[in-house]
């Protein structure tokens, strides 16, 4: 007779099944809702997953509201049933096979609650804004959004606690325990709740920014990228914008030049090339926004401008002409009065220039920003006025593209607010990030618009064979692409026998203080590029050193500088030879090795052409070939080729061979 051995462990785990399957029988027939609840969420999750594929559009937007108002109290219904379960489940926890899933029953409870009630709770808050006709009455869809989000505060708080709520069981419950089915849609959420805590700080923000609460008082700095200065151009206008309510209360553009202007309370001393090359003896507004950080430029020329005006500001809001042109694209032409035919994006920039050489050939100089002053005003009205929710989207998503661009530049006093635009990277800064980083930022320092003639683009080659030695080498090409013989004379040709002297297309030598930020640690081995000749300069004693300039950079960059003058149907180049620090490059897993580099484009330029060769460290290879890029029949050295028109992130990963 064969004996069989007693498995304990197994009869422990039957015995633990059956009283689990117990609980749920005794539950189940306290409340038949389980069974129905558990069911009913399953079809419902379904449809969830059926609306996800489709996109959220805006269509689907009130058909998701609707269902997570079915889920969530079927959800509070299923809980409350559990409840009296869970001190089974608890106690049930650590039992092979099935402890983990139980283990996952409170937290996935309590996650899946929070959700849906933060989903619920918005969604009733942003319904009524939802429904057609919704923004149809007198006051304007500006003023209805800005009191709609102060007036709503203690809801969006409300789902806030919520989702932070969700945001805690989430990190109870393991996605591999997830059934195959639901676990990308499970995962998807958790990107969403990251930024989670971003779209509360932007609905608190936005308040104050359309001067919810108590007015708002916004300098506007008109920048001209014809003349390129580190925050996008020369500050070629100042305007005042008061809002109160999201309606505007007060708009007015002032030319930057103008005697108001040129007088300040307290001296300020000039960055050196300006002092050198424009004979600047001290620092006025439209001067100001000398460093390629937003927000250090915005302070300091918010600064400069009180002491002129004695005027305080609560924020700063700089623009170049294309975010005007890509307005009215968004717009469609404009009807202003005083004007034959509609302006729109075709014509705009045209008749800005000509209206301002109409006013200085008739001796009306104060007059020549007169149009901007005009045209402005339209273009808000007619944006604040669109009252469909898809206009409204489409206005947000021009926003976004017109900051990520640099055509629109943003810095507020208020440190909270400043806080939220730092953390969606709408501030402006510079942001080297922890890999490799490279800025080129030129500054027209020839009283000229001939940036509108000058093509640049950026070489970066990087040499990583040894990789704790990496080197790179920098080369930067400037071409005037525009005839004439002006000579190139520092400061304003005052040749008066030109009939185009003071026209705004009169093509000059191209008088440009660049610089380059790179990744903190970078030292300069050798620089390579045509001195300035001593007969470009006015005075004879004048002493350029043609040397480039080093030193501390914002953002913890280190700055490489100099000057490059290019005469008409020219081209100049700089090559700069560096060493990197090693912490461009980085272990990864399995004894790879990870290059980064981040490109930052300075705001003002509309796409900046680059090209990049990377040199992979000796004895390894790409683990795989990134998008746009190239290899040469060795694969040892890699290039990419394109326009950089927003800060870029790359990376490269290297595998042994």
């Known amino acids: 007779m064969k004996i069989r051995t007693i498995n304990f462990k197994r009869i422990g785990l039957l015995i633990a099944i059956l009283v689990l399957i117990a609980g749920f029988v005794v539950a189940a027939t306290w409340s038949g809702r389980v069974y129905s609840d558990i069911k009913y969420l399953g079809k419902l999750v379904d449809e969830v997953r059926k609306l996800q594929t489709q996109g959220m ?109 969700a945001a805690a069981a989430r990190e109870r419950i393991d996605p591999q325990l997830i059934p195959d089915k639901y676990r990308d849609d499970f ?31 916004y300098l506007l700095l008109v920048q001209n990228k014809d003349e390129l200065r580190a925050s996008g151009g020369f500050v070629t206008g100042f305007g005042l914008m008061r809002l109160k309510d999201g309606r505007i209360l007060a708009l007015k553009i002032d030319d930057s030049t103008s005697d108001e202007y040129n007088y300040v309370g307290e001296v300020r001393k000039p960055p050196y090339p300006m002092e050198e090359l424009m004979f600047a003896h001290y620092l006025v507004p439209r001067d100001a926004n000398w460093s390629p950080d937003f927000p250090t430029a915005a302070q300091q020329t918010q600064e400069m401008y009180y002491l002129s005006t004695g005027i305080n500001t609560d924020a700063v809001i700089a623009f170049d002409q294309q975010l005007i042109v890509d307005l009215l694209e968004l717009t469609g032409p404009l009807d202003l009065p005083d004007e034959e035919i509609p302006i729109d994006a075709g014509n705009v920039e ?37 009252r469909e929710p898809e206009d409204l989207v489409k206005l947000a998503k021009f926003l976004n593209e017109a900051i990520q661009r640099g055509h629109l530049l943003v810095f507020i006093n208020d440190l909270e607010v400043q806080d939220f635009l730092y953390q969606v990277g709408y501030d402006g800064a510079v942001r080297p990030g922890e890999g490799d980083f490279l800025m080129l930022v030129d500054s027209n320092l020839g009283f000229s618009k001939v940036d509108q003639y000058i093509d640049r683009s950026l070489t970066y080659m990087v040499n990583l064979t040894d990789p704790d030695n990496p080197l790179a080498e920098i080369q930067l090409r400037y071409e005037h692409t525009f005839p004439g013989n002006d000579p190139c004379l520092q400061g304003l040709s005052r040749d008066n026998k030109n009939p185009n002297y003071m026209s705004y297309y009169f093509s000059r030598c191209y008088w440009n203080y660049w610089r380059v930020l790179t990744g903190n640690g970078t ?135």
């Not at 779209?199 to 936005?206: K, M, P, Q, W």
């Open 523 to 657: 030292a300069l081995k050798n620089a390579i590029f045509d001195p300035v000749p001593q007969d470009y300069f006015r005075f004879d004693d004048m002493e350029w050193k043609n040397e480039v300039d080093t030193g501390p950079g914002e953002g913890g960059t280190y700055v490489l500088g100099g000057l490059t003058v290019v005469p008409q149907l020219q081209i100049q180049e700089v090559i700069l030879e560096t060493s990197l620090p090693i912490s461009v490059i980085k272990e990864g897993n399995e004894g790879s090795l990870i290059y980064t580099l981040r490109i930052q484009k300075q705001p003002g330029i509309i796409s900046l052409p680059v090209e990049l060769q990377v040199t992979a460290p000796l004895g390894f290879t790409l683990s795989s070939l990134p998008e746009g890029w190239t290899a040469n029949s060795n694969q040892t050295i890699y290039t990419w080729k394109g326009n950089v028109i927003k800060t870029t992130d790359f990376q490269l990963e290297f595998i042994k061979v």
């Open 57 to 165: 559009q805006l269509d689907n937007i009130p058909k998701a509201i609707r269902l997570a108002e079915r889920i969530s109290p079927t959800i509070d219904d299923l809980k409350q049933e559990v409840e009296h379960i869970l001190p089974l489940i608890r106690k049930m926890e650590n039992v092979a096979g099935i402890g983990p899933y139980l283990k996952m029953v409170e937290p996935g409870l309590d996650y899946a609650s929070n959700l849906s009630g933060a989903a619920v709770v918005l969604g009733q808050t942003f319904m009524p804004l939802m429904q057609e006709g919704a923004l149809d009455s007198s006051r304007s869809p500006s003023e209805m959004i800005s009191n709609f989000l102060l007036d709503n505060q203690f809801n969006f708080k409300i789902a806030e606690n919520l989702l932070l709520k």
């Open 350 to 386: 045209a008749r800005m220039i000509e209206y301002k050489q109409v006013a200085i050939d008739e001796g009306r100089s104060e007059e020549r920003k007169e149009f901007l002053s005009i045209l402005v005003p339209h273009v808000i009205k007619k944006l604040f006025e669109n």
């Open 187 to 217: 995962l998807s959420v958790d990107v969403y709740l990251s930024k989670s805590s971003l779209l509360f700080s932007g609905l608190r923000a936005a308040p104050y920014l359309l001067g919810a609460d108590e007015a708002i008082t």
